[in-house]
């Protein structure tokens, strides 16, 4: 499995353990190696980010989505 297909099932895993309403479709900003992208809870609008080169400080896994829950959610 590819980097970018396994961040992506980790940030979907994370966003529906918290309990947000996800679909697998992801934006996408930039070009190489700045590619990023996001995510969106459908119920409450907070958001995955994923960044495939991350700088020395920062991370690959980001947003509210991965952090907290949805207010709609369980």
């Given at each position: 499995?590819?980097r970018?297909?396994?961040l992506?099932k980790?940030?979907l895993e994370?966003?529906r353990f918290?309990?947000h309403?996800?679909?697998?479709?992801?934006?996408?900003y930039?070009d190489y190696?700045?590619l990023?992208?996001?995510?969106?809870?459908?119920e409450?609008g907070?958001?995955a980010w994923?960044?495939?080169?991350p700088?020395?400080?920062?991370?690959?896994?980001s947003g509210?989505?991965?952090?907290?829950?949805?207010?709609?959610?369980?």
């Amino acid at each position: 499995m590819m980097r970018e297909q396994r961040l992506k099932k980790k940030a979907l895993e994370a966003m529906r353990f918290r309990g947000h309403k996800v679909d697998r479709r992801w934006l996408t900003y930039g070009d190489y190696p700045n590619l990023r992208f996001q995510n969106v809870c459908d119920e409450c609008g907070k958001s995955a980010w994923i960044i495939l080169h991350p700088l020395p400080n920062e991370i690959e896994i980001s947003g509210e989505a991965v952090a907290v829950g949805c207010k709609d959610g369980p």
